[in-house]
Every structure is written in C-alpha cells, then in structure tokens.
C-alpha cells in the first residue's frame, strides 16, 4: 500500500473493535493491558493517515531508560523489526533521519533490532554513536538490554 492511498477510517477501526473483542477474552490481565494499549496506537495510527500527504510522522519502538542517580536516565532508542515485517517494510531514509537526530540529540545510542522468536536470534544494529552489526541469541539480547 503506497503511503498515498486514502485510508478507510471506519473500515480501520470496525476491525481494530473486532481485535479489541478477542483482545479482551485475556480477562484482567497484563497481557490484556498491553495489547489495548497497542490497539488505541493503531487507531492513532490510522488516523493519522487521513491528514494531507505532507504530515507525516515516525515513531521510536522503545525508549529504554534506568534508574541512575536517583533519576530516570535514558539509555538507547530502539527500532524493532521482526523477520516478516523487515521483508515487508523497508526503514525509510526520513524515518531514519528523524530517529538519528533524535538519538543525537539526546546523546544516547540508537538500535534498530530485527528478531525472531522462533528462531531465536537477535540481529542488532547500532546506527549511533558507532556503526556495528551483531547477531545475538535470546541470553545474550538478554544481557545486552540488561546491562544498558
């Protein structure tokens, strides 16, 4: 879908409801609590598609932050990709403009991170400060993250 098709709000959200059903078969449940709050993302998301071609915006997956000093101190910016949707979607120049200059600004190291689950691997790749590539299993993705 070219970014330039006109979206079918209603279409949209009449599905994000019919997922929002299934969603809330987990009870109270963090899993409940999660998946809601990616369902009312989506529905911005969509939405945002509605406005004139030249609004547009990106998103950053994860803003990884520690206690340090007794204070909230960011650590890393993270683009997550898994192994579908890196074939499907290919990061866009500007997004990763956008993203690199947010991570400049706040002087804190940016990673986008494709995975898979099922197999199990974590491929890393810092775009700031340095420039690397790594592939880690699920232990040492693990470690990596912990020791920010």
């Known amino acids: ?54 609004c547009t915006c990106t998103d950053l997956d994860f803003v990884e932050y520690r206690w340090k000093e007794n204070q909230r101190k960011i650590v890393g910016l993270f683009e997550i990709k898994n192994k579908v949707s890196q074939k499907c979607v290919e990061r866009s120049q500007p997004q990763t403009e956008i993203q690199l200059c947010i991570a400049k600004s706040l002087n804190v190291p940016l990673w986008i991170t494709t995975f898979d689950l099922t197999e199990k691997y974590f491929l890393l790749e810092q775009l700031f400060p340095l420039k690397y590539l790594r592939t880690m299993n699920l232990t040492e993705y693990s470690d990596f993250l912990s020791n920010l």
């Open 1 to 54: 879908m070219s970014s330039k098709e006109p979206i079918d709000l209603q279409r949209a959200l009449r599905f994000l409801e019919q997922l929002q059903d299934k969603v809330n078969l987990f009870q109270n449940s963090r899993e409940k609590a999660i998946l809601t709050f990616y369902l009312e993302e989506l529905k911005y998301r969509f939405w945002h598609h509605t406005l004139p071609y030249y």
